[in-house]
């Protein structure tokens, strides 16, 4: 009798079980007609059900959220979105359980690939639903950041018309603000010694000086104290290099640059008795203006002196740069501000902006408007597009010139005048226009200033000499004659900073510094492209030959108008010159002297005319002229 091997059971049985195992997958894998398989959850991260589950989910909360206006909107904006930013797809819609006829013999391997044909399809399906829902998110979050939310965000709004946000103080707010925010309002008493600060590209770092001599650069970030100096001189003014680890002073007799350590680097002699620093960080230019008048730059890369030039109007004490073309802007004692470039010795445009010596001086972020402060105590806006003011002037209030001026990233207006300080928002807009019933002789596009300010701050006992925003923050710094204070003027800071721009990245660290600082000097860019129109640089100008033959041209023609004048002018001048000359009266005597052979000659003509008018065709001809008149016409030229 013979007996079973176990192994070979098992064996078989084993194969039994992978058999139906995988002729399971196979029937699953064919009768999935929703796509929900493996390789479409793993790539996508959405099935089909999760994908029109989403779907109707996003639908569902459109609904329930959206006013039916908005919502109008919003289909736009997905229709628009979904037509811009997808590409058309060919799908192929096969179902799955597509019968094959028992009359049509098929082998096995036609039959598997009819299947996995099938598969395919269902998981291309499948993919494209999903990527279908992802757009559709990605369309309503764009819709919802780009068209509904349409408020202005980070400023103090009044509930009513009796609330007044300038009469909210920095204890109150910071009450309410985060306890991140709240840190940055604090008042710092130094001494009767009278502070100025400003702060760097990336408002991490600010440079504290006083007139006696005392520096110190402080992390607002840490409210920690870097780096502290007592120079025993007195310092006018300070500024940042292309790093917070340079920084430049106008001391009393010069400038001096020093390290984040305090250590001293260079001395510039050729900046004599200096009042005011500006450094252009994309030339690599230290300017600097002073008691002599002298508008000086000096590059701090390769340690040259520019140029310099001499403004002609005496001492100068306000001085700012223009972000956008990095023109300089100088205010004077005679009410005039001059713009200045290195390549021209003469200044670019003169403005006349106050009938006093102007004080401060502001040029917003986009280089488009400007503000200056005078003695008179008005504070004026001005379009630099036009050169010409764009409304009327503000008044401070206590009447008191204004000692510094700033303009926030948002365009918010900061003034100090005496020991408070003012911010107006939306300074730089029109205003809407007037009505018939307002008064006759104000023009419906006329400029009008903000009729309330938007915030305001006193420093009791203390007047402010320095009002400079922190960037990227909400923050504005004053320098008082009796330290420093912070304050949080919300909505002033826009938080768009550019990591990979050299200097502008508060969170840098050593590394970072390093490389930034290379690349700014590789694209550093030399003096002479520093125009008014900074779009000049960049554009194509026509052949040289051809702009030195029309300049030519226009030249010549506006010569010989000149010429013309002049003769036409001469000319009209001889006639009436010397009437009353001896040979002139001898002339006009020989007129009245009877003659014989004159009277026979007038007489002659006189008959002349006569027979001419009135003889006719033959009476009137001569004998040769009747010849001629007689004479066929091919002889008539032999006459």
Same mark, same amino acid.
Request: proline share 3%; hydrophobic share 30%; net charge neutral.
């Given at each position: 009798m013979g007996r079973k091997h176990p192994t070979s059971t098992n064996t078989e049985t084993t194969t039994n079980d992978q058999t139906k195992t995988k002729q399971k997958q196979n029937d699953t894998r064919r009768m999935d007609e929703t796509g929900d398989t493996i390789d479409v959850a793993r790539g996508l991260g959405l099935t089909t059900a999760e994908s029109q589950q989403a779907q109707s989910n996003l639908q569902t909360k459109i609904d329930q959220t959206f006013h039916p206006s908005e919502k109008t909107r919003f289909e736009s904006h997905v229709q628009s979105y979904t037509t811009d930013n997808t590409h058309p797809t060919t799908t192929t819609t096969n179902n799955n359980n597509t019968s094959i006829p028992e009359e049509t013999a098929i082998s096995s391997h036609q039959e598997r690939a009819l299947r996995r044909r099938a598969?395919?399809?269902?998981?291309?399906?499948?993919?494209?639903?999903?990527?279908?829902?992802?757009?559709?998110?990605?369309?309503?979050?764009?819709?919802?950041?780009?068209?509904?939310?349409?408020?202005?965000?980070?400023?103090?709004?009044?509930?009513?018309?009796?609330?007044?946000?300038?009469?909210?103080?920095?204890?109150?707010?910071?009450?309410?603000?985060?306890?991140?925010?709240?840190?940055?309002?604090?008042?710092?008493?130094?001494?009767?010694?009278?502070?100025?600060?400003?702060?760097?590209?990336?408002?991490?770092?600010?440079?504290?000086?006083?007139?006696?001599?005392?520096?110190?650069?402080?992390?607002?970030?840490?409210?920690?104290?870097?780096?502290?100096?007592?120079?025993?001189?007195?310092?006018?003014?300070?500024?940042?290099?292309?790093?917070?680890?340079?920084?430049?002073?106008?001391?009393?007799?010069?400038?001096?640059?020093?390290?984040?350590?305090?250590?001293?680097?260079?001395?510039?002699?050729?900046?004599?008795?200096?009042?005011?620093?500006?450094?252009?960080?994309?030339?690599?230019?230290?300017?600097?203006?002073?008691?002599?008048?002298?508008?000086?730059?000096?590059?701090?890369?390769?340690?040259?002196?520019?140029?310099?030039?001499?403004?002609?109007?005496?001492?100068?004490?306000?001085?700012?740069?223009?972000?956008?073309?990095?023109?300089?802007?100088?205010?004077?004692?005679?009410?005039? *501000?001059?713009?200045?470039?290195?390549?021209?010795?003469?200044?670019? *445009?003169?403005?006349?902006?106050?009938?006093?010596?102007?004080q401060s001086m502001a040029i917003s972020p986009d280089g488009r408007y400007m503000a200056t402060g005078g003695s008179d105590a008005q504070v004026k806006i001005w379009d630099l597009r036009m050169f010409k003011e764009l409304h009327r002037s503000y008044g401070t209030v206590n009447r008191r010139p204004a000692t510094s001026l700033d303009i926030s990233a948002t365009g918010v207006l900061g003034m100090a005048h005496g020991n408070l300080t003012t911010f107006r928002k939306d300074c730089f807009l029109r205003a809407p226009a007037l009505t018939d019933t307002e008064d006759n002789e104000t023009q419906v596009n006329e400029y009008v200033p903000h009729p309330q300010a938007y915030m305001s701050h006193s420093t009791p006992g203390r007047t402010i000499s320095t009002l400079r925003f922190r960037p990227f923050e909400d923050v504005c710094g004053l320098g008082t004659s009796g330290g420093i204070s912070s304050i949080v003027i919300p909505g002033s800071g826009a938080a768009q900073l550019d990591s990979t721009e050299a200097g502008c990245n508060p969170y840098a660290d050593t590394r970072m510094k390093g490389e930034s600082e290379i690349r700014s000097l590789l694209d550093k860019l030399p003096p002479h492209m520093i125009q008014l129109d900074p779009g000049a640089v960049g554009s194509i100008t026509r052949n040289v030959e051809m702009m030195a033959e029309a300049k030519r041209e226009v030249m010549e023609e506006v010569n010989d108008r000149k010429n013309a004048e002049r003769n036409q002018k001469r000319r009209e001048k001889r006639r009436m010159r010397g009437k009353n000359k001896v040979g002139k009266q001898l002339k006009r005597k020989a007129n009245n002297v009877i003659d014989g052979n004159l009277v026979k000659l007038r007489e002659k003509k006189r008959e002349l005319e006569e027979r001419a008018k009135h003889g006719g065709d033959e009476g009137g001809l001569t004998e040769s002229e009747r010849v001629k008149a007689e004479a066929p016409a091919a002889l008539q030229r032999f006459f």
């Open positions: 598969t395919n399809s269902t998981r291309q399906s499948a993919r494209t639903n999903a990527l279908q829902t992802k757009r559709l998110q990605a369309a309503s979050d764009a819709a919802t950041a780009s068209l509904l939310e349409t408020q202005s965000s980070g400023f103090v709004e009044a509930e009513n018309d009796k609330e007044r946000t300038y009469r909210l103080t920095q204890q109150t707010l910071k009450r309410e603000l985060d306890v991140n925010t709240s840190r940055h309002i604090y008042d710092l008493k130094l001494g009767d010694n009278g502070y100025r600060m400003c702060y760097d590209r990336s408002g991490r770092y600010s440079l504290l000086t006083s007139s006696r001599g005392h520096v110190a650069m402080m992390d607002n970030h840490t409210l920690t104290l870097q780096t502290e100096l007592h120079l025993n001189d007195q310092i006018r003014d300070a500024t940042f290099l292309h790093s917070s680890n340079l920084f430049a002073v106008a001391q009393e007799k010069c400038v001096y640059i020093y390290d984040g350590d305090g250590v001293e680097i260079h001395r510039l002699a050729d900046h004599s008795d200096p009042y005011r620093l500006a450094f252009l960080p994309y030339h690599w230019l230290l300017a600097s203006v002073g008691r002599n008048g002298y508008l000086k730059y000096h590059d701090t890369s390769t340690g040259e002196f520019v140029s310099s030039h001499r403004t002609k109007l005496g001492p100068c004490s306000v001085l700012r740069q223009s972000p956008s073309n990095a023109i300089l802007h100088l205010g004077h004692s005679n009410g005039t *501000v001059t713009l200045f470039s290195p390549a021209t010795p003469d200044p670019v *445009v003169k403005m006349l902006c106050h009938r006093g010596p102007v």
